[in-house]
């Protein structure tokens, strides 16, 4: 089964025809369900990218160089305005809830400030299609038992 969360980053990416070559990728976040599991995507398909976590030295410096941001740590508002860099894709895959709202790592302010960016909604970026991508392990699951 394929990691539904890191495949629908892939599935949103290429929808909206984000070509990742040559491009420098930061993941934040190296999770078992988002972070690992992109990372390994990403590197099967030829793209090397680059992880940020909590101990990397100038995390929001390693950031403001990318061209393509992938965020998952749940952690409300990591991601500030002044940490990406002009034309920045940005991909919002945390979840986590500050009084009592379900809010990302990108901070409110980078949707009110930047307009530069191509950026996932604050709400119903990736969820829809995580929901999708579950789906279809479903769908593989049950092909393979009726195979038998």
């Known amino acids: 089964m394929i990691q539904p969360r890191p495949l629908a980053i892939l599935w949103l990416l290429s929808g909206y025809n984000i070509d990742l070559a040559g491009k420098d990728i930061v993941l934040v976040g190296r999770g078992k369900l988002v972070g690992a599991p992109l990372e390994k995507m990403l590197q099967a398909s030829g793209v090397e990218p680059r992880m940020v976590v909590k101990e990397t030295p100038n995390g929001p410096d390693e950031i403001r160089k990318a061209d393509v941001v992938i965020s998952a740590t749940g952690v409300p508002g990591l991601i500030k305005p002044d940490m990406l860099k002009q034309g920045a894709v940005v991909v919002d895959a945390g979840v ?6 379900t809010v990302g ?5 980078v949707y009110e400030q930047r307009d530069d960016l191509t950026i996932t909604p604050a709400k119903g970026g990736v969820g829809p299609l995580t929901v999708t991508a579950l789906f ?12 038998k």
């Open 96 to 101: 986590a809830s500050e009084g009592g709202k």
């Open 136 to 147: 279809e392990n479903v769908i593989r699951a049950a092909q393979r038992v009726s195979e």
């Open 105 to 109: 790592d990108v901070a409110p302010e």
